[in-house]
């Protein structure tokens, strides 16, 4: 059974530019969480979607948005970027009514 | 705020020797806790986890105990090998369903010497 798929590896940006990074679910999966770990920081919640919606999101300004797409698939969007958005972002994702989260690689992100 | 925390940030065991990561805890709230092993340029692995109403699970060489009393979390690798070498993070599930994601410590970094 594959798992958790994250697309690009790598990105680079530069200050003010827009980045969208993605995130394929293991299949059968419904929930997909974002964090955000930087350097020298633990990971740091983001963003949780279910079903489709947008269920919550930790305390990150409104420029970091997404969306999760019927086949449950999700993508961040981080817009009018800054330099202390480079990091690397993970999600991961869980099955219905189940509780482990299951992480991706993750896209390492520098904005220069 | 509430946080999970790391008693030692680097861990240096002898190859076959077990090795002991704590974690403190401060969300009396939480209910489910987690271990996760990051390598080099990877995502977070998951190794064990347990919820709130048991105070020790076992896997494969691996052993998490939960002190509810002195919000406390461990886990315990037995016979270390190289491949062991990695970040141990531990994280805990504030109750409420996963709605706040989950919160991690910021790291132990376990150092296997041949």
């Known amino acids: 059974e594959a798992g958790v798929t994250q697309s690009p590896t790598h990105l680079i940006k530069t200050r003010g530019q827009q980045a969208t990074l993605r995130c394929s679910p293991i299949?059968?999966?419904?929930?997909v969480y974002w964090y955000q770990q930087a350097l020298g920081l633990g990971l740091q919640f983001l963003l949780w979607?279910?079903?489709?919606?947008?269920?919550n999101r930790g305390n990150f300004p409104p420029r970091f948005s997404g969306r999760q797409f019927p086949n449950y698939s999700s993508e961040l969007n981080v817009n009018a970027l800054e330099l202390e958005d480079s990091a690397l972002y993970l999600c991961?994702?869980?099955?219905?009514?189940?509780?482990?989260?299951?992480f991706g690689p993750g896209t390492r992100l520098l904005v220069l | 705020g509430e946080s999970v925390g790391l008693h030692l940030p680097t861990l240096s065991v002898q190859e076959g020797d077990n090795s002991i990561i704590n974690c403190a805890y401060s969300?009396?709230?939480?209910?489910?806790f987690i271990w996760y092993k990051q390598e080099s340029g990877k995502g977070p692995q998951f190794i064990i986890d347990i919820r709130s109403n048991m105070d020790k699970r076992q896997g494969q060489r691996v052993t998490v105990l939960l002190n509810k009393t002195v919000k406390h979390l461990s886990l315990q690798i037995a016979a270390t090998q190289p491949g062991d070498s990695a970040v141990y993070f531990c994280?805990?599930?504030?109750?409420?369903?996963?709605?706040?994601?989950?919160?991690f410590g910021k790291g132990t970094h376990l150092i296997i010497q041949p």
């Open positions: 969300n009396s709230a939480s209910d489910y």
């Open positions: 994280a805990e599930r504030p109750s409420g369903g996963g709605a706040d994601g989950l919160t």
């Open positions: 991961a994702s869980v099955g219905l009514a189940e509780e482990t989260q299951y």
């Open positions: 979607y279910d079903e489709g919606e947008e269920r």
């Open positions: 299949s059968g999966h419904t929930s």
